[in-house]
């Protein structure tokens, strides 16, 4: 019988509404599971477990009371949360030492929502500090584990949101994805991420980095939890200026598991040297498999992809740089009380509580903003975002949906890549053009490679078509041999 740890939320749900389990049970159970796996994972920065079996509670009583019809439809589920997102009450530090006693008055809207929702928030995950990195070893704590290998790295930015779905450690989870945080580490821990359309989810309680790329989305243990989570947290919000007022329809209608008719396009140049043959071979087969299915395979093209990782590397530092200098010792987080001058202790506030990685974007959003080099730098990078948008609209009006690889590796070694941000940053090739154009995207396991490591596919979809995405990719999903895989811990 399956641990209730493993369950995933859907059907978690299900028994929570047959009243064959209760909220409670299920919540220790997940609680009971951190504290056994936690300890070689570490997805966690903070751990919420008698917060979590208050709400706990609280669901049991309205699972008793409700209809079931109308109980929401996250209720008594366990849920993490990327400590990027505030949380009232509860510790919000980003992963770094500038904010690590920070405890903001307030939720995020899409904390609100999953509240509202009736889930059960059992704790804040791991990540690269202010969301910057693509392995979760940037975090100014300590670096998460990867649970299909503990000595790799789980994927960043959201790697312990990831790593918790992947090791039992939560249900599901909120990530973020600025330029791949959600899809990549979903790939590297053969979970489900998905990044809604820019402006589906509020970003109102985000901490910001790049905030014309940010995006809040979820993490499942299948497309069915992804698009149940979607639900709960997408939506207009009058306090972000950025959030759309498409109306959110339900997803999980759409998992119709049919996709016969549908065109899906393969991009040349998402299949480039240098891509690990294993990755290459699996994601091919998932596209044979969606052929197989009923599905029209076409060849699209995105010409400016290989432009797409500088252009990220020049707008999102210099939106990190605006962003970031609000922490200057004054208002909230790390202050440098012994130092007598203004200037000064700003100075130390940023130097003591910035890790390497910040302070390297930081610069280099500076010099790209600065007289002189905006012209050269950040503008021509605005206008390469432009074709790189063109490219995807031509793209689509070819095909429903672009299919290719999530990542070009799989999960690497802690500390491999840490001494070469460029090796770094190239993690994230293929998730970063769908940021630049704020389009939907969703990685899905496909296999695993020969030393047993998970692969993901990505499907990219249409300005707020999330519904056409969860449609393949569910339709993929079904059936595949290695879609309740799980890790040995």
Request: aromatic share 8%; charged share 20%; glycine share 8%.
């Amino acid at each position: 019988m399956t641990a209730l740890w493993d369950l995933t939320a859907h059907a978690a749900r299900e028994r929570l509404l047959r009243r064959e389990i209760s909220s409670t049970e299920l919540t220790q159970a997940v609680l009971d599971r951190i504290e056994s796996v936690e300890p070689q994972v570490r997805a966690y920065l903070t751990v919420t477990p008698e917060r979590a079996l208050e709400q706990a509670r609280a669901a049991d009583a309205a699972l008793a009371a409700g209809n079931p019809a109308t109980t929401p439809a996250l209720t008594g589920i366990p849920v993490a949360v990327k400590d990027v997102l505030c949380t009232r009450g509860t510790l919000t530090t980003c992963a770094s030492r500038i904010l690590e006693n920070f405890v903001p008055p307030y939720d995020a809207t899409a904390v609100a929502r999953l509240q509202a929702a009736g889930a059960v928030i059992v704790g804040k995950t791991n990540m690269d500090e202010f969301a910057m990195g693509s392995s979760t070893e940037n975090s100014g704590f300590f670096p998460t584990h990867n649970p299909w290998g503990l000595d790799r790295v789980p994927g960043g930015s959201s790697g312990g949101s990831a790593a918790a779905v992947a090791a039992g450690e939560c249900l599901v989870s909120l990530g973020t994805d600025t330029g791949g945080s959600i899809r990549q580490p979903a790939a590297l821990c053969g979970v489900v991420g998905l990044k809604p359309t820019y402006g589906r989810v509020s970003r109102y309680g985000l901490v910001a980095f790049a905030s014309s790329l940010d995006q809040i989305g979820p993490f499942g243990r299948d497309v069915e939890d992804c698009a149940l989570l979607l639900e709960a947290i997408a939506g207009h919000d009058p306090r972000d200026a950025t959030a759309s007022t498409e109306v959110v329809p339900d997803f999980r209608a759409a998992l119709t598991g049919d996709v016969r008719g549908l065109r899906v396009g393969v991009p040349q140049e998402y299949f480039i040297a240098g891509m690990e043959p294993d990755v290459s071979r699996l994601v091919r087969q998932a596209i044979a498999d969606l052929a197989a299915l009923g599905a029209e395979v076409v060849d699209v093209t995105l010409p400016h992809t290989e432009y797409a990782l500088a252009t990220y590397y020049i707008i999102a530092p210099a939106e990190c740089s605006a962003n970031l200098a609000r922490y200057n010792g004054v208002k909230y987080g790390l202050a440098a009380t012994d130092e007598a001058d203004m200037w000064r202790a700003m100075d130390l506030a940023r130097e003591r509580g910035f890790g390497a990685e910040v302070k390297r974007r930081i610069m280099l959003g500076t010099y790209a903003l600065s007289a002189g080099y905006y012209d050269a730098y950040y503008r021509k990078a605005q206008q390469a975002r432009t074709l790189i948008k063109q490219d995807f609209d031509t793209a689509f009006a070819q095909c429903d949906v672009v299919v290719g690889p999530t990542t070009p590796t799989t999960a690497f070694r802690l500390g491999e890549k840490t001494a070469d941000p460029l090796a770094m940053y190239l993690s994230d090739i293929f998730t970063i053009p769908t940021n630049i154009a704020g389009l939907p995207g969703l990685s899905v396991p496909c296999g695993f490679d020969t030393a047993g490591l998970p692969v993901g596919v990505q499907f990219i979809g249409r300005p707020f078509d999330e519904a056409t995405l969860l449609r393949v990719a569910h339709a993929y999903e079904q059936g595949q041999p290695h879609a309740h895989a799980r890790p040995a811990l």
